[in-house]
């Protein structure tokens, strides 16, 4: 039996992570992490007041999301935004072989998804500098982009990346 991919759903607040995430792990038949449920306290408190992270905001914070990739070297799917290369590097450390599923969409529909939503610490104020953050996956990268533009729900979502994704089990 071949071993389950361990994926990072990636994107800036509001592009679905969590939800995709919590589908593609479904399908998999592999755990699923959302990764906000591991950000400090401290983090949380200064999002909410809509102040943006800093690289060492996030640190502390990549590093348990990387653990727990590397607990879940088997197979397992977790949602962080993993924005910039050397944050998903960060992980790469944890587990070599993590493949990136990356939700793209314009800034225009992610400011009105997270405007729109209720009860989650990230304000609409700060998407904007999630898109100044954002450095898209590099072409050696192990992992795809999904288009958020178009009408495609979860599981299609879930499909395009399962028919495109490079294999993430190798090295283990």
């Known amino acids: 039996m071949e071993p389950q991919p361990v ?3 990636m994107g800036v607040s509001g592009s679905g992570k969590s939800t995709v995430g919590e589908a593609l792990a479904k399908r998999l038949g592999v755990p699923f992490l959302d990764g906000d449920d591991l950000h400090p306290q401290a983090n949380i408190d200064k999002m909410t007041s809509g102040a943006a992270l800093t690289d060492d905001d996030r640190y ?16 397992g799917v977790a949602s962080c935004s993993a924005l910039k ?36 610490f990230m304000p609409a104020s700060l998407v904007s500098s999630q898109f100044d953050a954002l450095e898209p996956l590099g072409a050696d990268e192990r992992g795809a982009v999904v288009d958020l533009n178009g009408d495609q729900d979860v599981q299609a979502v879930v499909d395009a990346f399962v028919r495109n994704a490079t294999n993430a089990s190798d090295d283990r």
């Open 60 to 75: 502390p914070w990549l590093e348990r999301v990387g653990q727990w990739l590397a607990d879940h070297r088997d197979g």
């Open 85 to 120: 290369r050397r944050y998903r590097d960060q992980l790469r450390r944890h587990c070599k072989y993590v493949a990136f599923l990356h939700l793209n969409g314009s800034q225009e529909l992610i400011r009105h998804r997270v405007a729109e939503r209720t009860g989650h």
């Open 7 to 9: 994926v990072v759903v």
